[in-house]
């Protein structure tokens, strides 16, 4: 009893056990380092696939039977205006019903029906906004198959509930003690809001905004369910004409046989990969420069 | 008369209104207290009573306007050689709207040109009678508001009790969506139900769409091998993937990285859930799938097919890792501090503490994690269209092609087969069975997480 401590068995147990512990921290960083590194990969044989392909042919022009012929442009352009339709219905609606939800709604069984909801749309899978659109829009109201008109209120009702969450973070962090201050000057509630809570909370809202539309710009498998999958040939001049978008057209041309189709698709997925990389920075960058901290 | 242009009159009268009414009410003032409500909010007084009764009439008119066209139409002289039978005459009424629309169009009966003068006539008579309804409901409006602007009028008030109707209106938006789902999932698949029985659907083993004509429905639209393949690759193999690397990246960011490390780390792993899913779908066949045909073949295997559930499930759960880890993460932070502080002051290790006393207190928060990542997993499409096969089968080996239900939800949609076969019709059936699935998963997730939360608070 005098040395256990130092004894031999003691010793050996503890080095067992720091061994262990190495080995757990060790299990750990491989954890994350075979993630990163599939990222890696993932990127390195787009980039390898794909720089090729990228000049300005490629990016000005639109889909073609041929793959040299091909381009992205009227792609693009349908993600554009998909993409308005989304955000002008999603935002303004998204924003509204955060402001009633945080500062005016009464605590009652109705309300909790409301946020129940949300919070459940925000976890629906996004095919079935996909046959939401599919049964309502197109079958229901007869609106034009494979449009950004009908993609973008499909993917603005898939966008709201997110915006929404986010937009009651914004909205929930700013201090009461503004509000309180509006109101003793005499300010109206709907002053108080509009006028003091919301700009305050905006860069939040934004941010919450942009990751929802970076989503909903890199969305498949609702556009396929209401259409978007057709050949078109010349890029969309308005929100009714058949169009194709971004995601729609990799997912096209990966089905296509020819070999040079392969460097098409990574090259659009770098294009895309781009997009949604300007869009998260500029997120970031609003978060960072205009958020305050109470 | 087109929308935008509609939609442009009644803007550009609210404009002119806001201006007139501002005008006006500027002149009332006469000093401090001498109104109720600023002039700006007389302005938005007007414009509310310009812009909602315009909008609501306009609604109401191109809702009634078709009709009224094709009443016009079959009133002219032409259209008396229409056919009597009424499925006949819908398609020529609406080829022959077609080629009003678009001059270049051929319709695929003379009729159609013919009828295509009368239907244009008709359209731009009918057009401008809505914007002339439009235009008189919203001077009406105006005007009535107008004479509303005087000092002691309480526009304030109203104009912010129009604000509220609109905030509540949005926020019923979204119970509309979800009444939208279940509604449009629940009708369509209804209408599959009455051709194919629930049961059969539910229990079946046979899935065979294709081969589903005549009275054998029943036995071609087991659903079994499809919810089979969509556990196997989303739930089983994914899960397999993301569980042990989201559990392991989440403790060692948490407890290992200094905040530095932190700080870059958690971001680029991030990255990985904000990838287009159509890019992992991508990655699966091009990479992963051959890569894997090539190692079966290298093992033993006799044609091993280029789809396959393992490509898929790999694929998916990398893209769930993020996903994992910051469930993982809350649930680890949420776990007292103290109970950490115990275990080390005992002479436990760093590891032994996490292993025994982190985890199994934070294993609720992990388990809804789990389960949230699983919903996710199982409604996940573009890998699965892309990677994963169409052949339903019931099958444990994850080298075969197996399909899944969003994969079968794409390929039954995206034919050009009519609308109401019950072909079609079971990708609705399918979307509520996964709706429905989803949304279990979904709510008890939640309710674990909320009273997990309450336990250590």
């Known amino acids: 009893m005098s040395n256990t401590w130092q004894s031999p068995a003691m010793i050996k147990r503890i080095a067992r056990r720091h061994a262990a512990e190495r080995r757990f921290r060790l299990v750990g960083l491989g954890a994350i380092v075979l993630s990163l590194l599939f990222l890696a990969v993932l990127l390195f044989i787009m980039l390898k696939n794909g720089l090729g392909g990228l000049d300005w042919e490629f990016l000005s022009g639109s889909d073609a039977t041929n793959a040299d012929a091909a381009g992205v442009w009227g792609a693009v352009k349908g993600s554009f205006l998909t993409m308005l339709v989304t955000l002008l219905l999603s935002f303004p609606m998204g924003v509204l019903a955060a402001i009633y939800l945080e500062e005016f709604a009464p605590r009652n069984k109705w309300i909790d029906w409301v946020e129940v909801s949300i919070n459940n749309l925000a976890a629906v899978p996004s095919i079935i906004f996909g046959l939401l659109g599919l049964a309502v829009f197109i079958n229901t109201f007869n609106l034009p198959r494979s449009s950004p008109l009908v993609g973008g209120l499909t993917l603005a009702l898939m966008t709201m509930p997110i915006i929404v969450i986010s937009g009651r973070n914004a909205i929930k962090a700013v201090p009461p003690s503004i509000r309180n201050a509006a109101l003793a000057v005499g300010a109206s509630e709907v002053q108080t809001v509009f006028h003091h809570v919301l700009p305050l909370a905006l860069p939040g809202i934004l941010t919450g905004t942009i990751i929802g539309m970076a989503r909903a710009l890199g969305e498949t498998a609702p556009l396929l369910m209401i259409g978007m999958r057709a050949f078109v040939a010349t890029p969309a001049s308005g929100i009714t004409d058949p169009s194709s978008v971004l995601p729609m057209q990799i997912f096209l041309w990966s089905d296509e046989i020819d070999r040079g189709f392969v460097q098409n698709t990574s090259a659009a997925i770098i294009v895309l990969l781009m997009f949604l990389l300007a869009m998260n920075g500029l997120a970031i960058y609003l978060r960072n420069k205009f958020e305050v901290r109470w | 008369m087109s929308a935008p242009i509609v939609l442009l009159l009644i803007l550009a009268l609210g404009l002119v209104g806001w201006f007139t009414a501002r005008a006006r009410a ?127 009028f309480p526009a304030r008030t109203r104009v912010e009790r129009g604000v509220m109707l609109l905030l509540l209106g949005a926020s019923l938006l979204a119970v509309l969506t979800t009444v939208g789902i279940i509604a449009s999932l629940v009708f369509e698949a209804g209408l599959f139900f009455r051709d194919v029985s629930p049961i059969a659907f539910l229990t079946g083993t046979h899935w065979a769409p294709a081969n589903a004509v005549g009275n054998d429905l029943d036995s071609n639209f087991g659903a079994v091998p499809l919810f089979w393949g969509t556990i196997y690759i989303g739930a089983i193999i994914a899960m397999i993937v993301a569980i042990p690397l989201g559990l392991m990246s989440a403790i060692y960011l948490t407890q290992y990285a200094d905040a530095r490390a932190r700080k870059v780390l958690k971001p680029i792993l991030e990255i990985l859930a904000g990838i287009p899913t159509v890019v992992y779908g991508y990655f699966a066949a091009l990479t992963m799938a051959p890569a894997i045909r090539d190692l079966a073949s290298s093992l033993g295997y006799a044609n091993p097919s280029t789809e396959s559930a393992l490509a898929a499930g790999l694929v998916m759960g990398v893209m769930i890792i993020p996903f994992v880890s910051s469930m993982a993460d809350d649930a680890i ?114 309710r674990v997480v909320k009273r997990f939360r309450e336990a250590y608070e």
Do not use: C
């Not at chain 2, 609604?59 to 002219?76: G, K």
């Not at chain 2, 032994?352 to 388990?367: F, M, R």
């Open chain 2, 333 to 446: 932070a949420a776990v007292p501090r103290a109970m950490a502080d115990g275990s080390l002051a005992m002479g436990a290790t760093k590891s032994e503490t996490i292993k025994k006393v982190l985890l199994p207190a934070a294993l609720p928060g992990i388990v809804a994690g789990v389960m949230l990542a699983i919903s996710r997993a199982i409604g996940e499409t573009m890998i699965v269209v892309m990677a994963a096969g169409a052949a339903a089968r019931l099958s444990a080996d994850p080298l075969e092609s197996m399909t899944t239900v969003t994969y079968q939800i794409v390929q039954l949609l995206t034919g050009d087969q009519e609308f109401n076969s019950p072909k079609t019709l079971s990708a609705f059936a399918l979307g509520l069975v996964l709706f429905v699935v989803t949304l279990i998963l979904n709510i008890i997730a939640l």
């Open chain 2, 26 to 152: 500027r002149l009332l003032y006469t000093g401090r207290g001498s109104m109720h409500s600023m002039p700006t909010y007389h302005a938005w007084h007007v414009v509310l009573w310009i812009v909602v009764p315009a909008l609501l009439t306009w609604v109401l008119w191109t809702s009634v306007s078709p009709e009224l066209i094709n009443q016009a139409v079959l009133n002219d002289p032409a259209a008396a050689a229409l056919p009597e039978e009424p499925m006949q005459r819908a398609t020529i009424l609406s080829e022959a709207r077609s080629v009003a629309a678009d001059p270049s169009f051929i319709g695929f009966t003379p009729l159609s040109t013919q009828l295509a003068e009368p239907m244009r006539a008709a359209q731009l008579r009918f057009g401008l009678l809505g914007a002339a309804l439009v235009g008189i409901v919203a001077l009406a409006g105006g005007g009535y508001a107008f004479t509303r602007v005087r000092s002691r």
